[in-house]
């Protein structure tokens, strides 16, 4: 299964046995949620499972987006019905394009197929593709969910200060231009605007075609060489809380590259007292 289908090409598969399509739809300002419940209940893909984006995090972390303990992820992904050996289909129908972020915890716990959709719930539609509407029933079957980490794809505070100081690494922050310069507050309390000394300025929207679905690969390439990233070189993903950073973490496999995501992001960073901040203002 290619990465990225098209409505047509899930439509075509998403009767078979092994494949599982996923509801991640979530909105940066609806922590709790509800909002991103009642959109996918008001209409989504038949056979869709909705699974909240908060809920795919580590409870005991003070950070919004922290990566789950492997077991606990696991646990999650098997009482959803969901297999690490199933075709695992995921969209949303979000601005942020935050199935990026579940396509990027599936691959980082072992997944072996799974893909987005490309535009996501409105490609569907504009497909012409059925909905349906309400609360899905329980997942009566649970899947097999073994979890295999890859550290590979993802960098941690201390991983991304290395980086800083051996300069070893390009960060690349995923946020607007306004946040990135340090021009626009942070939306949560407690961290300063500004960004990761060295960073460049890859927003993740620029990965994308005014109706929501993905740039081509050599349309992509071009983004990432505006911004002055080169793929084939060491490359961290970076954003507000770890969501978007995913975008140019999936944006980076499309053409070639591969790209871990420092999970914490500018949450962790800007509210630490003891990391340097830079501001373009």
Not at 185 to 197: A, D, F, K, Q, S
């Amino acid at each position: 299964m290619p990465p990225l289908l098209r409505p047509e090409d899930l439509a075509a598969i998403m009767g078979d046995d092994d494949v599982r399509i996923v509801d991640v739809t979530y909105f940066l300002d609806d922590p709790s949620g509800e909002r991103a419940r009642i959109t996918y209940e008001t209409a989504h893909i038949p056979g869709a499972r909705f699974l909240p984006l908060p809920s795919l995090a580590d409870p005991e972390s003070d950070l919004p987006m922290t990566v789950p303990q492997s077991d606990a992820f696991a646990h999650m992904m098997s009482r959803a019905g969901i297999g690490h050996a199933d075709r695992i289909v995921i969209y949303d129908n979000a601005p942020s394009h935050c199935s990026t972020r579940l396509w990027w915890l599936l691959t980082l716990f072992g997944a072996e197929s799974v893909a987005l959709l490309d535009g996501g719930l409105g490609a569907w539609q504009n497909a012409g593709l059925p909905v349906e509407r309400g609360v899905p029933e329980a997942c009566a079957t649970p899947g097999l969910f073994i979890a295999h980490v890859d550290l590979t794809r993802v960098r941690s505070l201390r991983e991304v200060r290395d980086h800083v100081e051996a300069g070893d690494a390009q960060i690349v922050d995923a946020r607007s231009p306004g946040r990135f310069a340090g021009a626009e507050p942070e939306p949560r309390p407690g961290v300063e605007p500004g960004h990761i000394p060295g960073a460049l300025n890859l927003p993740y929207s620029r990965l994308f075609e005014d109706d929501g679905r993905w740039k081509s690969p050599d349309a992509i390439a071009a983004e990432f060489a505006a911004a002055g990233v080169d793929p084939t070189k060491p490359m961290v993903a970076t954003c507000g809380s770890g969501v978007t950073a995913c975008v140019l973490a999936f944006g980076a496999e499309r053409i070639g590259g591969m790209m871990p995501v420092y999970d914490g992001s500018w949450t962790e960073w800007g509210s630490d007292p003891s990391t340097p901040k830079a501001k373009d203002v």
